[in-house]
Structure formats: C-alpha cells, structure tokens
C-alpha cells in the first residue's frame, strides 16, 4: 500500500496511467472530478455553436475584421507581458533575495494591485491627463491622456503584475543556496549566477505567470475598452451586451479557447524540464545580497512601481470622494457588503486551491499524456469569457440540479472553476521543488500517503498553496459577469455596487465601495501572508 | 489549511440557509443600478408590504441571463435601461401582456404597441459640447451634419454602447439603412473618436479631447452636480432631428411569473406620480407622464416633446440590423 511508485519510477513518456495502479485515488479521483467540471462549459459551447446559421457565421465570426481585432490582442498581451515582467522580476528579487527593509509590506504592497477593479484602474490613468484632469486641476500641470494602446497596455500592466510577483516570489524562496554556491564555488560572478542559475529555476514561474497574465489579456473587456483600444473581446461583449444572443457569442468564445489552448501548449512544452533540487542534505537558505548602492536605484523603482499601481487609484478614489462626499449611511453598508464577497470569495478560494493541489501533484509526480491533458482543462474556466462561463453555469444547474441555480454554492464553484489555473501555477512550482525522494524516504519509513502529506510534503508547499489562495481570493472579490448572473438574488457584492454605480456616473457613490475592496482585500492578503512565515 | 477549514465551512453553512423566497414576494431583475432604483423599491415594500428581492446586474447580461433561464426563471419582473433590450424579450416571447388602462395618457414617444412592457422613464439623446471651443451659434443642427468638414476629429461617440445602438436603430427606422451606413461610415472617415461610454465621452469634452459628443441627457446633470463649474453643456439638435431621440428605461412582467398580480402593482406603482417625480428630480431623466413638477436642470418637458422625433418604441428592437450596419462600416 504504501509503495506507491514515485516518478522516478514510473514510465514517462506515451502512456496514459493506468488507472489505480500508479496513481493514487485520492489524487486522480480530484483532478478527474475538476477536469470533468471544467467540460461542461465546453458542452454548453458545443450546444450553442450547433444552432448557428452558417451564413450569419461567416458574416459575424469569419470576417477580416476580427484578424485585425485579434492582432490587436495579441499585440497588447505582448507588452503587458514584457512591462510586467519588468516590474515584478525586480520586485520578487529584492523581496527575496536582497537586504531591503520591511519585506513583508513590500511582499503585501506587491499585492494589492491585483484588488484594483480594472475599470477603476483604467478610470484612475484616464482621469489623470488632460485640460480637465485631476493632476491639471491640482497642480496645474497637464499631462497628455492616457489611452489606445499605451494606456490599456499599463492599465492591464500595473493590476496584472502581482500574478507574475506572486508566482516568482514563490520560486525564488524556494531556492536551493547551495546550487548558487556550486557555481559562484565555480567561478561564475552573481551577474552569470543569475542568468545561469537562477533564470532557468525561474523559468516555469515565469511561464505560468505570463500564461495566467496572457489569458486575462485575452479576456479583459472592460479596461480595454474604457482606453479606447480595439481588441478581440469587444466582438464578444457586443455579441452578448448588444446583440442579446447566445449562439454567436459561443462561436466567438471557442475561438478565444483555441487561441488560449496555443497559449497552453506553448507553456507545456518549456516547463517540461525537470528542476527539482539535485544535491543531497538540507536545502540552504541564501544569504541576503546587500544593495549597497543600488539603493539608489531601488528605491525610486519601488516608488514608480507602487506609486503607479497604488498610489493612483488611492488618489483618484479620494479625489472623488473629496468632489462630493457621499452621505454616512453608505459607509455604513460597507462592512456587510464586504463580508458577502469575503463569505463567497473565500470558500472559492479555498476549492480552488483544493482542486490545483491533486492536479499539481498528478502532473509533477506522475507525468503522463492523460495527466497534462487534466492539468491543460483547469484552465477552460480561466481562458473563457467570465459571461460565457456563467451561462453555461445557468444552462447546467437550471436542467440538471434546479436546486442549486442561484445558490451560494454554484457561484463558489463557479469562481472556483474561473480561477484554478490561479492557484495550479504557484503550487506546480513549489512542488517542482520538492524532491521525489523526500516522499520515498517517508514512505520507506512506514507512513501513509496521508501522512506523508501532510508532514512532508505540505510545510513545503505552504507557501506555493497560500500564494495560489491570495490569488484567487482577490480576483473572486472584484469579479462581476459571473457575481451578476449566479449569485444568490440580492446578494449584492461590493464589485457589483461599484460597477452599477460607475456605469450610472456616479463616481463619488461607487468610491467607499471601490476602496473596501481595495483596503479589504489587501487586509485580507496581509493576514495571510504573515500566517506563512511561521511554521 | 485545517485552521482556515473551520470558519469556511462554518460560512458556508450559514450562507447555503439563504432563505427561500416565499410566494408573495416579487424578485425582479433590474438592469438600474441600484443607488438609483434602490429607494423607489423601498418605497413600495412600505406602501404595499409585499418584500421585492433584487438582482442587480448589467441591463444587457440581465436580458441574456432571462433568454437561458427560459419558463424556468425565477424572476417577476425586468427593468430594464433602454428600449432594445425590452424589445429583445418581447420578441423572445417572455414577457406577459399589461392591462391596457397602463398605457392611458402617455405621450405617444412613450408608447410601445406589443403591450407588454412600458416605458418608466425618458432619457433624451443630446448633443454635449465644450463651450469654450464651440460657439452656442455653430452647433450641428442635424446628427447628420456632423459628418462635415468642420467637425472632423472632434466628435466622440460609442459604438458598443446600448443607447448609442438604439440611435442607430431609430435612425435606420427613420431614414433607412443606406442613409444610416452612409452616416455611419461618413462619422467613421470624420475621424469620429470612439469611447467606451456616454460619461467617459462628457470626461473627454472637459479633458479637451473632442469638443461634441452623442450621449443621454442626464450625464452631464451628475458631473454638473459634483462640480458645478464643470466646463461641458450640452443642447438639443433642431426640432425633430433623430439626434433627439427619446429613448426610455422599461419595465415588464415575466410570462413565467407565478405572482403577476403583484409583479403589475409594481409597474403602476413606477408610473405613479411619486415615483415619476422621482426619477425626474434625483436622476435627471424625464418623467413619463405630465403630473410631476419639472427639474429645473432639465430642457422642458414640452420642449422635449416637441424636439423629439416619434419613433415607435416597438421599433427599436431590430438591434441585429443595426449591429450588422456597425460591423459593415468596421466599427465593431
């Protein structure tokens, strides 16, 4: 029972498990339970496409303009993969890796980005330039707009980098020091330990973060569109938002999903290789690297970076605020209203990371085709559109299981479906790092998978699971498609009062709502950060 | 993990005990936010004692949400933020007949024949501009003149957005649609400037990007109220241009509704005078009928008769003709 065979072990390569005898149940049984879920979207797609009509088809779906639409995509997911990786390789090495001061608030700070709604965000750059702009009515100073394809590449940039921070910050902890040691032992200077050394153990975060970062590109509409920017989601949203219809909005999404599903398989074929820890003995902490000078330069970097992602959307939040106060009573209803996000965000959060856990675990320790292809599903739910995920979740529940239509417990599934592939990437790669043999020694030593679990295997991916959590938690209380349609009636999150308030103009109203979720979620992630470093 | 497991399925407990609506009460999808639609709600639980459970969502999301749910939907009533999505579900065939005495005495731009659902509220389309660099003399009186040289890149407008779409459908169902395409792609090669929405477009005349743009009435009332130097005004085009158009908020009752008898005292009661005085006098858009005292910061309610074209409501629902005209001139 306890010989369970380890990847070392086990036949790699054109062979799909063969049920039971390798991989244990308490691992497959999950990853088939969520790669099963993640197809009833996809059966809802089929369903819908197969009503089109074929002239229609071609007038709306295969028409020279969506190429441009989608080259426009593609180009914007470019450099928002290059800005953020500027900003959040930097941010996670000095975090980790260097002396700087008050680390763990520069860890939160890294954060809270992702809790700023992206509407708000793009509202907050928009706001800034221009005759009649906050900053030229302050100081003013004018600033030309901010909008087309710079302003919707920063504006998806500064809320989207911590998923990549997160992802890096996670690896680089988890480092082996004595890997750097051999090498600088060898000669190399820190400049080729890094791009030697460190970069490659960097590269399947990397990958996952530009992955999770490409298909939120692809997806976002409202941060897009508010700058101005034409992109392929504005076809989707007019098919639905304009059209009222169903059938070609699924043809749409199916595109989008086989343009997501390249993505995938791009990023299957890097993180193939194996970087688990080589030498034998206890993984060594690295010494901090001191600035030194380089202060210099790190410091106004963080400023930029923070003042960008933070600092903004504080200043154009208050500014609204201050033009017209809102009445007391609003303030008043915040803190129930945050607890109905928390309440439907955490559970989400939670599954979510429950599901990842077993498929992480599947494709790490027993690598097959049939393994990838479960890791590859988890993320459908991600790479669809928010309004078509929730649909096919409408169409499920109402034929299937009518009880659960418009419960607390179909939208913490669904959030859960739309964010695994959140939490798989962080918890992958603290599982990459985890040698096989940590595992075989406690099995040799007598315990059961269940045990070995939890007292080996999971101290070590603590980290990776907590981060994968705050990821999810954050996206889930800024979420709106699905909270509009699957949310139980009158459970109205603070996402859905800023957004109904926003889209009516009033700005100073939808304030306090927009800073609970900032404030809250950053609470949130602050409280579960500083449970990690203890153990 | 064990730690956070507890109080998660302590919330989860709790939460899955949401209690089951019970049968006299009204659950209604408002496409209004809900700031705005929230106290005219309350407003009636008080009066009637009938409690009224509300989704808030995105008018458009809502309307496609009630076509998946089908007979099945849980809902009494939609409320919706213009006439295209209305007409959506009236042709969808989910939207039950109104009484006839409902529609008595309302202006004839208010009507809808189909009788099923009624207008609750007006909101005028208008022409915003930035006094500074427009002269009140040299405003466009015609949508259609905008497509001159003089306004060239000066224009904003929004494409994906709903009230900007049923302009266009008025506009297809007033001159045609090779006048309307020919427009279209005039603006277009103008260099019209393409927003998302009518309050980013108002944003955009104070930030000195576009000096005109085509939006509803009551946004500039909302910036104007937070900051009154606020430097955008807006007007009418000339009497009957299709550039003023009315378009409304609607309200209808689901054919799938098992309590219709209340769900239809909800509909009066929008189109009573408290609630129509209401939406004229906190949300600036133009009351219904004529009982109601008039915001000041409002163009007459006459006035608005007279400029506004008649259009049947009805009408504006062929939002698929419109959406192929948009995708013909490339915009979207």
Excluded at chain 1, 195 to 223: C, E, K, N, Q
Excluded at chain 2, 136 to 157: H, I, K, N
Aim: proline share 6%.
């Amino acid at each position: 029972m306890n010989q369970t065979p380890l990847a070392s072990t086990a036949p790699r390569r054109f062979r799909a498990f063969s049920m039971g005898r390798h991989v244990p149940l308490h691992i497959l049984l999950p990853s088939l339970l969520a790669a099963g879920i993640m197809l009833v979207p996809l059966f809802y797609l089929a369903l819908r496409a197969a009503e089109a009509d074929m002239a229609t088809l071609s007038h709306l779906v295969f028409r020279p303009r969506n190429l441009t639409l989608l080259i426009n995509t593609l180009t914007l997911a470019l450099g928002v993969v290059i800005l953020t990786t500027f900003m959040a390789l930097p941010l996670a090495w000095l975090v980790v890796r260097s002396d700087i001061r008050f680390k763990r608030a520069l860890t939160v700070l890294g954060v809270i980005p992702l809790a700023v709604p992206g509407y708000v965000m793009a509202y907050a750059l928009i706001g800034l330039g221009g005759n009649y702009g906050v900053l030229a009515q302050l100081t003013g100073w004018q600033l030309p707009r901010i909008e087309g394809y710079f302003g919707a590449t920063l504006a998806l940039s500064l809320y989207t980098f911590p998923y990549l921070f997160l992802n890096l910050r996670a690896t680089l902890a988890g480092l082996d020091g004595n890997l750097e040691e051999s090498a600088k032992s060898l000669g190399y200077g820190s400049r080729d330990v890094f791009l030697r050394v460190i970069l490659p153990h960097l590269a399947p975060s990397l990958m996952a973060g530009w992955l999770v970062i490409t298909l939120y590109v692809l997806g976002d509409f409202g941060a897009v569109a508010l700058m101005r920017y034409e992109a392929f989601s504005y076809a989707i949203y007019t098919q639905y938002s304009g059209a009222f219809d169903r059938i070609y909005a699924a043809w749409l999404s199916i595109m989008l999903l086989a343009l997501a599903a390249s993505f995938v398989m791009l990023d299957s074929l890097v993180v193939k290789r194996k970087l688990a820890r080589v030498g034998t003995g206890v993984a060594r902490p690295v010494k901090p690297v001191r600035l030194g000078r380089m202060r210099w330069v790190a410091y106004p970097y963080l400023l930029l970076i923070f003042g960008a992602s933070i600092g903004l959307p504080a200043l154009i939040l208050g500014y609204w605020l201050l033009l017209s106060p809102p009445e007391i009573s609003f303030f008043a209803r915040v803190p129930a209203t945050f607890l109905r996000s928390a309440g439907a965000a955490l559970p989400a959060a939670l599954l979510a990371a429950a599901f990842a856990l077993p498929i992480a675990y599947l494709t790490v320790r027993y690598p097959s085709r049939a393994a990838s292809l479960i890791e590859r599903s988890a993320y459908i739910g991600y790479a669809l559109p928010p309004l078509t995920l929730a649909l096919a979740m409408v169409f499920f529940s109402l034929r299937t299981a009518p009880f659960l239509y418009q419960t607390l417990t179909l939208l913490i599934v669904t959030w859960a479906m739309a964010s695994l592939a959140l939490a798989l990437g962080p918890i992958r790669n603290a599982l990459l790092q985890t040698r096989p043999s940590m595992e075989e020694a406690s099995h040799s030593l007598g315990h059961g998978p269940i045990a070995t679990f939890f007292r080996v295997i999971f101290p070590r991916l603590r980290r990776g699971i907590l981060a994968g959590v705050v990821l999810v938690f954050v996206l889930c209380m800024k979420e709106l498609p699905i909270t509009f349609l699957l949310a139980p009636t009158g459970y109205t999150t603070l996402a859905v009062t800023v957004f109904t308030r926003t889209s009516e103009g009033m700005l100073a109203e939808a304030a306090p709502f927009a800073a609970a979720i900032v404030v809250f979620s950053s609470l949130s992630v602050a409280m579960l950060l500083t449970k990690e470093g203890k153990r | 993990m064990a730690k956070l497991l507890t109080p998660t399925a302590t919330i989860l407990a709790t939460l899955l005990a949401v209690p089951l609506a019970s049968a006299n009460d009204l659950t209604l999808y408002s496409g209004r936010g809900e700031s705005m639609a929230e106290p005219i709600i309350a407003q009636f639980e008080r009066n009637t004692g009938i409690s009224v459970n509300v989704r808030y969502g995105d008018t458009a999301q809502l309307a496609v949400l009630l076509q998946e749910e089908g007979e099945r939907s849980p809902a009494d009533l939609y409320w919706g933020q213009d006439a295209g999505a209305m007409g959506a579900l009236s042709k969808a065939g989910l939207l039950a007949e109104l009484p006839g005495d409902i529609y008595e005495g309302l202006p004839t731009i208010y009507t809808s024949e189909t009788g099923n659902w009624v207008a609750a509220s007006g909101r005028a389309r208008v022409v915003a501009y930035s006094p500074e660099r427009v002269d009140e003399e040299a405003l466009p009186d015609s949508a259609f003149d905008l497509v001159e040289e003089q306004y060239e890149g000066r224009v904003g407008w929004a494409p994906t957005n709903g009230s900007f779409q049923s302009f266009v459908t008025a506009m297809r169902v007033e001159h045609g649609d090779e006048r309307t395409l020919e427009w279209l792609e005039g603006m277009r090669d103008n260099g019209a400037v393409t927003f998302r929405n009518n309050a980013t477009q108002v944003q955009g005349i104070a930030d000195g990007e576009i000096d005109f743009a085509l939006v509803n009435n009551y946004y500039l009332p909302r910036f104007l109220a937070n900051d009154s130097d606020f430097p955008v005004e807006q007007a009418f085009f000339s009497e009957g241009d299709i550039g003023n158009l009315v378009n409304v908020a609607g309200i209808g009752v689901l054919e799938s509704s098992d309590n219709k008898e209340a769900a239809i005292d909800f509909v009066r009661f929008l189109l009573s005078p408290a609630a129509q005085q209401y939406f004229t006098g906190n949300v600036y858009e133009y009351p219904v009928t004529r009982d109601v005292i008039q915001n000041p910061e409002l163009e007459d309610f006459d006035r608005l008769l007279d400029v506004s074209p008649e259009i049947d409501l009805d009408d504006l629902d062929d939002l698929e003709g419109t959406l192929n005209l948009l995708r013909d001139a490339e915009l979207l």
